[in-house]
């Protein structure tokens, strides 16, 4: 099953914005019933491009669902940060 922290936090956010799993899957034009095992049958989290559909209706950063999914760490955009030339366009 899923990491229950992030199917947890995923279910908080739309509890949050007043939306269900069932129409959160259908604002991203997501088959319902793959939404389904994504979330509640899945080994892993859903996978990026999910979470990018996902991110707008749940009112968070693409980032921040990365990062709640394991994906990303904060050290991981740190270090990212940190090896951009200044004053590259973000």
Known sequence: MMD???RDYLIER???RGISLHRLA???DLNQIYFYQAVNK???NPPPWVLRRAA???GVS???LLIAAGYL???DIRDFAAR???GAAG
């Open 73 to 75: 760490t904060e050290d």
């Open 4 to 6: 229950a922290a992030f």
């Open 62 to 64: 693409y980032v921040e």
């Open 84 to 86: 951009r030339p200044s």
């Open 56 to 58: 707008p209706h749940l």
């Open 14 to 16: 739309c509890r949050l």
């Open 42 to 44: 899945n080994k892993d």
């Open 26 to 28: 259908l604002l991203c």
